[in-house]
């Protein structure tokens, strides 16, 4: 009787299943392994880091190839099939991956450079913000983050991270009439952008899903708005409008991010010789003075030439003819006439937009 009872729960004991750890969070992270901790975790993971090592393994830093799959199905909760060694491929049903990096600008631009990362839909998935450096000129001591304010923040998200957790199934949460007919408005407003003409053809990937992007922010607002029970209300016209604002800032950087990932290191050297010019309010210079005053980025004089020949070609400055040179001596640094726009305190479009260097 013993043995029976032993073995029976014996044979109970081998078919129990024992969870994994909850791991919410990793950081520098390959394809298949993000895949494979994705698959542990019933779906969802987050990427978050402060450095930009994860571009390289989506490029392919160890296997040689790109890969990237696990973050094109992450983006919209689609089907994931993750292939394992020697046992049963495990299923993904909705994969849900969240990708948070602060990286250098070079690292977009490396993005940029992944092979066929555009055409696959890869640099559309991602919101791209791209801050003025502060460096320089930054605060050594910031105020700190008001308790009041800090405590409602973990409120709500510890609150909804913990009672989302449990949900096998995602909840519909839906418009309002007024908030649907402005999220009508915004998809007439973009659908001509798109086309051959339009003003953000050249990143349509990324714009067509400016929508659905304004889409996902109303819904977090009004989670953040009505954290124990958003799901059983109707999103708002001021929840979506609200929603719109964010899209706005997004969509000025994608332009600037895009644009970035398609320019050389002479425009940047460009940008920070103009901002050079503009600070100081030069009527013009020497090719010599803007070496030296510059020396931080250009450790030679010749690594100046291309930006000066950049900001020369969209107008910004002009070389004067050299002076005539009479006897022996050193030959006079090259001379440059400023465009008067720049020494106003309007400077008008120039250098102003983020589309011109």
Same mark, same amino acid.
């Given at each position: 009787?013993?043995? %029976? ?13 024992? !969870? ?39 490029? %392919? ?24 060694? %020697? ?23 490396? #993005? ?73 408005? #915004?998809?007439?407003?973009?659908? !001509? ?112 030439? !291309? ?13 004067? !003819? ?36």
């Amino acid at each position: 009787m013993r043995s %029976g009872l032993a073995g029976d729960a014996a044979l109970r004991a081998r078919e129990l299943v024992v !969870p994994v750890p909850p791991r919410l969070v990793v950081d520098d992270i390959t394809a298949e392994k993000a895949a494979s901790i994705m698959a542990e975790q019933g779906g969802r993971l987050a990427v978050l880091a402060p450095e930009g090592g994860i571009v390289a393994n989506i490029a %392919g830093r160890y296997s040689g190839t790109p890969n990237y799959e696990v973050f094109l199905r992450g983006h919209a909760g689609e089907y994931l099939e993750v292939d394992r060694q %020697g046992r049963e491929s495990d299923v993904i049903e909705h994969a849900y991956l969240t990708l948070g990096l602060v990286v250098q600008p070079q690292i977009v631009r490396d #993005l940029g450079q992944i092979k066929a990362a555009k055409e696959r839909g890869l640099l559309g998935r991602f919101l791209y913000s791209l801050p003025v450096s502060t460096v320089g000129h930054r605060e050594i001591r910031v105020p700190e983050v008001p308790e009041h304010v800090a405590a409602d923040y973990r409120a709500r998200i510890g609150g909804l991270t913990l009672q989302l957790a449990s949900w096998s199934a995602p909840e519909v949460v839906e418009f309002s009439r007024d908030a649907d007919e402005a999220m009508f408005s #915004l998809q007439t407003e973009i659908e !001509p952008q798109l086309g051959p003409r339009g003003a953000w053809h050249h990143i349509a990937d990324w714009a067509g899903k400016y929508a659905g992007t304004v889409a996902r922010f109303a819904a977090l607002l009004h989670l953040a708005d009505r954290p124990g029970d958003a799901w059983h209300h109707e999103i708002g016209a001021g929840t979506f409008a609200r929603a719109r604002e964010l899209g706005s800032y997004f969509l000025a950087h994608a332009l600037g991010a895009f644009d970035h990932m398609g320019r050389d290191e002479a425009y940047d050297d460009a940008r920070a010789l103009l901002a050079w010019i503009t600070g100081e309010r030069l009527p013009q210079f020497t090719r010599r003075e803007a070496h030296r005053a510059n020396r931080g980025r250009f450790t030679s004089a010749s690594e100046i030439g !291309p930006a000066l020949d950049l900001l020369e070609e969209h107008g910004h400055i002009r070389q004067l !003819p050299p002076p005539e040179r009479h006897g022996a001596g050193r030959k006079p640094s090259p001379t440059y006439l400023v465009h008067p726009v720049h020494l106003s305190a309007d400077r008008g479009q120039f250098g102003q937009n983020g589309q011109n260097p």
